[in-house]
């Protein structure tokens, strides 16, 4: 495996013919960004059994940062993140400086259409997703991959960057893999790593939240008579009775991520996103 920090590196390192499938990352790799490379490399390997290359990039964006957020202390671990990532299948390692990827500032930006990048995540965390967009989108234009992979557990996200390749007509293939979670049901974040023990213990009930809401929405279609938002309510008063500061947790359509009024036929989605302690924690769960 290759690690390379220069764009100019970055090109003599790949291989002009090869089918590319990049997973990009912020690192302080947990077994959900392991589980993407682990696919990129099954893709490469299934379509090009010779000659594919996987590429993983690990660059703490600026961007997507608020701020009042947690940039300056976002755990860098690229020793330990490059060795995980050489046992699960990468090839080359892409890890830029802020200078190398952003030599001025960046004043061309990506900003995907508000109604689906204000709403949610976008609400709470203003121009997270023009850094998002923008940074993948320049990273797709260093790395020009066949296949990218991103997590499903950033479900906005992954609607965004799709819509985005959708869009400016790149010729990449969006693959999403399936959320990774702990014994208890706690979605895998490298953010987790912010929880006190006690903390640990509790953050499983975020998931239950969903699920909680998932079961009201599956009874309620059932017998047609769903009130989405007293069982959205519901969902966020008991957690904010068990010390949870709730930003949202509510069911949308899983195409647009556009607001369900009462029983529905459509694929659904749970989303709900949440602060306890100092950590704010994101999970959905598909209806």
């Known amino acids: 495996m290759q690690i390379v920090h220069t764009l100019a590196d970055l090109r003599r390192a790949l291989n002009p013919a090869a089918l590319r499938a990049f997973v990009p990352t912020m690192g302080n790799l947990h077994q959900g960004h392991l589980e993407l490379m682990q696919m990129a490399r099954q893709e ?28 300056d202390t976002y ?46 995540e976008g609400a709470f965390r203003p121009g997270f997703f023009v ?36 869009q400016m007509a790149l010729p990449i293939e969006i693959i999403g893999g399936e959320t990774r979670r702990a014994e208890d049901g706690l979605a895998l974040s490298s953010r987790n790593g912010y929880l006190s023990t006690e903390e640990r213990a509790e953050a499983v009930q975020l998931s239950m939240a969903l699920k909680g809401l998932a079961a009201s929405v599956r ?8 009130d989405v938002p007293a069982a959205e309510a519901a969902a966020m008063d008991a957690l904010r009775q068990r010390g ?44």
């Open 44 to 71: 490469v390997d299934k379509r090009t059994p010779t000659g594919g290359m996987t590429v993983a990039s690990i660059f703490v964006n600026r961007l997507q940062f608020g701020p009042n957020e947690d940039f």
């Open 219 to 226: 009874a309620g279609n059932a017998a047609d008579q769903l």
């Open 131 to 166: 850094g998002v967009s923008t940074v993948v989108h320049k990273l797709f234009n260093i790395v020009q991959p066949d296949l990218a992979m991103f997590g499903k557990k950033d479900y906005q996200q992954l609607m965004v960057i799709r819509r985005m390749v959708q």
């Open 244 to 287: 949870w500061e709730p930003d949202y947790i509510t069911l949308r359509r899983q195409h647009d991520l556009s607001p369900v009024n009462g029983p529905c036929v459509e694929p659904l989605v749970v989303l709900g996103a949440a602060k306890l302690g100092k950590t704010r924690l994101i999970d959905n769960l598909e209806v």
């Open 75 to 120: 755990p860098r671990t690229l020793e330990n993140d490059c060795a995980l990532l050489e046992a699960n299948g990468c090839d080359v390692v892409f890890a830029p400086s802020e200078k190398d990827l952003y030599p001025e500032p960046q004043v061309f930006k990506v900003h995907p259409p508000a109604e689906l990048a204000d709403i949610l």
